[in-house]
């Protein structure tokens, strides 16, 4: 008896051994390792600057805990309707809820996919909330000042006309405003749940490690270095930091206010949001004014990027939302038309180099070196 006690004894050792071992080499990998780096490096130079400035800005690195559960329940209630959807109407078992526990045992909670998916989660709501306390010190660091040059460069790059005034006679109906106000604001949701999909991902990891890293290093770029270089609020904000000036956007701001009293257009609750957040220097959840470059657009691209890799349906309902969203920034006032076109020339430098460093691996192997 105390042999075979010893025996299973010795087993259940080496099975926590090889399972601790495995756990271990799936969490220290290169991407996860790679991706805690420029967490754990953006966060203390944000720290740092926070503290060189001292004008009361806090860096906070738990600000979207709450967001992160709630991105986190509707991606399960996603998958799970839509697997228990697949099992009954495509697979039709004799034993449904058998079948239904099997699927999601080797599915999404496969023990392999939520340590891979581990780390991302976790860093993921760190690095929006240590990018929203950076957000919040750009206008300490540089002052908005860019955005009459910006306008009349957008002005002059699109043939004499402010582009919203091109758009205004085709899509400047309150019923449209609403409804690209309402898709507007699904970009929030959409950007969790891409990265919770893609976090949980096992079939194209090198895809996924692009995806991750160039999201990261979009963000840093675009939203904090050039953010700052040409720190400026918006067409919406212009009135309010360039009261001595001719406000080229008033006429658009005056329409969506008048479309708001048919049709709701979500914009102006998030405008006096962010406003008093920036006048208070109050960090806060999604707080912080930055026009040029557009992290909508920067992230909508990188969706679009993300989706052609994967299929041509993926890849056509990413750009028709890309398109929405590029159209909805700059109808509903948040941003100038360059600041999406510089978003996507930046972020498409990024995914290349960073897609290219990534894929070396299999290239050494492809070469025999």
């Not at 941003?335 to 460093?357: E, N």
Request: positive net charge; hydrophobic residues 55%.
């Amino acid at each position: 008896m105390d042999i075979l006690e010893a025996g299973v004894d010795l087993k259940r050792r080496c099975t926590d051994f090889v399972f601790s071992h495995r756990m271990t080499g799936m969490l220290l990998t290169r991407f996860n390792m790679i991706f805690a780096g420029m967490v754990l490096a953006f966060g203390l130079s944000i720290t740092a600057l926070a503290r060189i400035y001292d004008t009361g800005i806090t860096v906070s690195s738990t600000l979207y805990t709450m967001p992160l559960r709630v991105s986190i329940q509707a991606f399960l209630l996603a998958y799970v309707s839509w697997r228990v959807f697949y099992i009954m109407i495509v697979q039709r078992p004799h034993r449904l809820t058998r079948a239904i526990l099997a699927d999601f045992r080797n599915g999404l909670f496969n023990r392999d996919r939520l340590l891979t998916a581990l780390p991302v989660v976790i860093l993921m709501p760190v690095f929006f909330s240590l990018f929203t306390s950076a957000k919040n010190l750009i206008p300490v660091m540089h002052p908005f000042a860019l955005d009459p040059a910006l306008a009349e460069i957008d002005r002059i790059f699109h043939f004499g006309r402010h582009p919203w005034q091109w758009l205004q006679p085709v899509i400047g109906v309150a019923i449209v405003s609403s409804a690209l106000s309402f898709f507007y604001k699904t970009w929030f949701f959409s950007k969790f749940m891409v990265c919770m999909w893609q976090a949980f991902s096992l079939k194209r990891p090198r895809l996924r490690e692009q995806f991750f890293l160039t999201f990261v290093a979009s963000w840093i770029v675009n939203g904090a270095v050039l953010a700052v270089l040409l720190s400026s609020a918006g067409p919406c904000y212009f009135g309010n930091v360039y009261p001595g000036l001719e406000n080229p956007y008033e006429p658009l701001m005056s329409y969506l206010r008048q479309a708001n009293e048919t049709y709701p257009i979500h914009e102006f609750f998030a405008m006096d949001y962010l406003w008093n957040a920036y006048s208070e220097r109050k960090t806060a959840i999604f707080s912080g004014i930055s026009a040029m470059p557009s992290m909508h657009v920067a992230v909508a691209f990188m969706q679009a990027l993300l989706g052609w890799r994967i299929n041509r349906f993926a890849g056509w309902f990413f750009t028709l939302y890309l398109f929405i969203i590029m159209i909805g920034s700059v109808h509903l006032g948040w941003h100038y038309a360059i600041d999406g076109y510089l978003a996507i020339a930046v972020t498409g430098v990024l995914w290349v180099l960073i897609g290219k460093w990534t894929g070396r691996d299999e290239m050494l192997v492809a070469s025999g070196t």
